[in-house]
């Protein structure tokens, strides 16, 4: 579907009204006036792009004030943006490969933060042994905050089986939760306080939540030290200055977006019927509906979802996703549409 503005609540697709319910712009932001606003004050300031080194001599203030803000933000000690979530996952990667990690990785992460060389944290279900024995080493932990496919945020409880002689460094792709779990939207990097993990590292792009392209690497300010110095970012021009500064300009329509949003998220857990072919958690803006054809079903009620389907994925993956800028009557629609269809337990008992 080819569409000529961007897809906000509504969407017009051959003169026709559709109701938008994809995408991941959780907070609304990319089409709110006021934040537009914002930016375009910001553009003003610093021009549409900069393609300097973020190591010149000439320094922009505007990094300054966007980065202290993601770090009180994600309550870490420092952070650093970059143009892009990818490139921050890739960036972690490469800096933490010369310390003679081995790396082991959760079911189902992204991208951002696969590495090649990485070994399956699961083995048939049970922890790998190898993370289990007594050589003493350093490894890293990749995962996502939200692996897809769930609504809620990834147990790490597991890690405590892993013996004290394994240094661990954590990273986490945040992607998808910052700006949406935790206090303030700050995600759940702050909460992990397990004591063998010896450093934890949080990746994720700005384009989701935050309503801006860039990425954000945050640690403690010795590993951020680390990536300051790395060849890729010293070679790399830094995120649109403008958009780094608006993340700070923007701060309490951060907030007001996010209770917006926790308010559609309740509405929808009050009305929505228990169904297991329905994956919905209240604290999190995603729908997963296992139902057969839904995409196509919804698209004849005028409603359109996420449809798509990953390189590693043998089936379309289908979406539905709440924004804040959603009203009541748009949720209803869907509501009353989900709730006709009966879970496999119910259907078990006819």
Known sequence: MIVTQFPDRILKIDGEKYLYFGGTAYLGLPPNKKFQKILLKNIHRWGTAYGSSRNANIQLTAYDKGEHFLAQLIQAEAAVTVSSGMLAGQLVLDTLKTENTVFYHFPETHTAIKYADSNPFYINNSINPQLLD?????????????????????????????????????????????????????????????????????????????????????????????????????????????????????????????????????????????????????????????????????????????????????????RIIITANHKKKDLDKIIQILNQYKSKDELTKL
């Open 134 to 318: 007594e050589k003493i080493e350093k490894i890293c932990i990749l995962t996502d905050a939200v692996p897809s496919n769930t609504v809620k945020a990834v147990d790490l409880s597991i890690l405590a089986q892993i013996p004290n002689q394994k240094e661990i460094t954590l990273v986490i792709d945040e992607s998808h939760s910052l700006g949406i779990l935790g206090s303030n939207g700050c995600g759940i990097f702050s909460n992990i306080n397990y004591p063998n993990i010896k450093q934890k590292i949080m990746v994720s792009s700005l384009g989701k939540a935050m309503g801006l392209s860039g990425g954000v690497i945050a640690s403690n300010a010795d590993f951020i030290k680390k990536i300051r110095t790395n060849n890729i970012f010293v070679s790399s021009a830094g995120m649109n200055p403008a958009f780094v500064n608006t993340l700070s300009d923007a701060e309490k329509l951060y907030t007001k977006q996010q209770r917006k949003l926790k308010e559609n998220l309740a509405y929808i857990s009050a009305k929505l019927l228990p169904n297991n072919n329905i994956l919905f958690n209240e604290n999190y803006p995603v729908i997963y509906p296992k139902i057969e054809n839904i995409n196509t079903i919804l698209a004849s009620k005028k409603i359109i979802i996420t449809n798509f389907k990953y390189a590693s994925e043998t089936d379309y993956l289908n």
